[in-house]
């Protein structure tokens, strides 16, 4: 083989190499941003629904573990205080299900849908408990359907952080 025909075989060797490597390169960086990027939005959604859940739980039990069962026997400051920050959570926790329904398979956009739905449920039941007149006594059905929704929210949430970790 002549030094010419040498010379040009090993510079368009050099060059399909130096292609493929940045290919490579390029293609690794992506994937890695993209589970960067799940991360984030997983991350994102268990410390919003988390603090949701904690204070949802917590409202729940000053409307409905008063000392008289069922009527309401509470500070409404701070069932109006925690109720506010429930909201304000809420829009982020919203958020967060988006991004996690764009970054996500299915297993893990199910749960965190599900879960956002029983947060609305569970808000808007709260607040309307709220808005009663104190002497109204709230029926031991509702009381039953507000804890099975709180233990189908902490299943989701505990659903969807197992299937979270198989993604990332």
């Not at 949802?56 to 205080?81: K, R, Y």
């Not at 329904?101 to 199910?110: F, I, N, Q, R, Y």
């Not at 449920?121 to 104190?134: F, G």
Request: hydrophobic fraction near 45%; aromatic fraction near 6%.
């Amino acid at each position: 083989m002549d030094q010419g025909l040498a010379a040009i075989l090993g510079a368009l060797a050099g060059a399909v190499a130096t292609g493929l490597g940045a290919y490579v390169a390029a293609k690794a960086t992506s994937r890695l941003s993209k589970r960067q990027a799940r991360r984030e939005a997983y991350k994102n959604y268990l410390l919003d629904l988390a603090q949701v859940r904690w204070r949802l739980d917590e409202v729940h039990q000053l409307i409905v573990g008063s000392p008289i069962a069922g009527t309401f026997q509470f500070s409404s400051g701070t069932v109006d205080e925690r109720l506010s920050e429930i909201e304000s959570l809420s829009t982020s926790l919203e958020r967060n299900t988006v991004a996690v329904g764009l970054e996500g398979p299915s297993t893990v956009a199910e749960p965190a849908h599900f879960a956002m739905v029983n947060v609305i449920y569970l808000r808007s039941t709260l607040n309307q408990w709220r808005a009663m007149d104190q002497a109204t006594r709230i029926s031991e059905e509702e009381i039953q359907y507000t804890n099975e929704l709180i233990q189908d929210l902490i299943r989701a949430s505990a659903m969807l952080e197992k299937e979270a970790r198989k993604h990332l």
